[in-house]
T-cell receptor, first 113, second 112 residues
Framework: DADVTQTPRNRITKTGKRIMLECSQT?????MYWYRQDPGLGLQLIYY???????NKGEISDGYSVSRQAQAKFSLSLESAIPNQTALYFC????????????FGEGSRLTVL | SQQGEEDPQALSIQEGENATMNCSYK?????LQWYRQNSGRGLVHLIL?????REKHSGRLRVTLDTSKKSSSLLITASRAADTASYFC????????????FGTGTRLLVSP
């Protein structure tokens, strides 16, 4: 089983719908992240959480919200999806420490029509 | 905004050849990391080099870091078709929290 699991892996939805992407991890890491990747581009940080009671905005948080339900679970919500939120979304985890090395899930491909 | 910028954006070589990718960044760093992404899949960490290191090896991978030029290179020796992927550099800033800032990636195609 994957250490970082994302669901759903693919989702097609319509403009205005609420969407939740879920992430769970078995690595025991305290830090979790949500990134967005657009075709031909690098990754942009949406939100990150250093522990259950900690939530921080990243570079592109507008239009998104998150919930850290437990150390192992971190979900990303799009309250009212719009077409330019069509992208590949990645959850990642990291240990506390100075290296910042990330462990990624397989991604959730979201298409907003 | 993307701190790292990889060069070239795309690289096409034959199996057995070496592949070199470059990364430039803008601010002082704690470390620089290289990740690999197979098409549509999650990124996988390849190698990390700290700011006080100049060169590091891992199997067929060789990474160099020049902090004076704010640049790094990733060399893959004796490339295989299975090395076909996108490669991203990511930097961790010297101060502040350890948030990786990713470049835009180099797409490597290794033909049999």
């Amino acid at each position: 089983d994957a250490d970082v699991t994302q669901t759903p892996r693919n989702r097609i939805t319509k403009t205005g719908k609420r969407i939740m992407l879920e992430c769970s991890q078995t690595k025991g890491h305290d830090r979790m992240y949500w990134y967005r990747q657009d075709p031909g581009l690098g990754l942009q940080l949406i939100y990150y959480s250093f522990d259950v009671k900690d939530i921080n905005k990243g570079e592109i948080s507008d239009g998104y919200s998150v919930s850290r339900q437990a150390q192992a679970k971190f979900s990303l919500s799009l309250e009212s999806a719009i077409p330019n939120q069509t992208a590949l979304y990645f959850c990642a985890t990291s240990e506390v420490g100075d290296t910042g090395e990330l462990f990624f899930g397989e991604g959730s491909r979201l298409t907003v029509l | 905004s993307q701190q790292g910028e990889e060069d070239p954006q795309a690289l096409s070589i034959q199996e057995g050849e070496n592949a070199t990718m470059n990364c430039s960044y803008k601010t002082s760093i704690n470390n620089l990391q290289w990740y690999r992404q197979n098409s549509g899949r999650g990124l996988v960490h390849l190698i990390l080099i700290r700011s006080n290191e100049r060169e590091k090896h891992s199997g067929r991978l060789r990474v160099t870091l020049d902090t004076s030029k704010k640049s790094s290179s990733l060399l893959i020796t004796a490339s295989r078709a299975a090395d076909t992927a996108s490669y991203f550099c990511a930097t961790v800033p010297l101060t502040g929290f350890q948030k990786l800032v990713f470049g835009t990636g180099t797409r490597l195609l290794v033909s049999p």
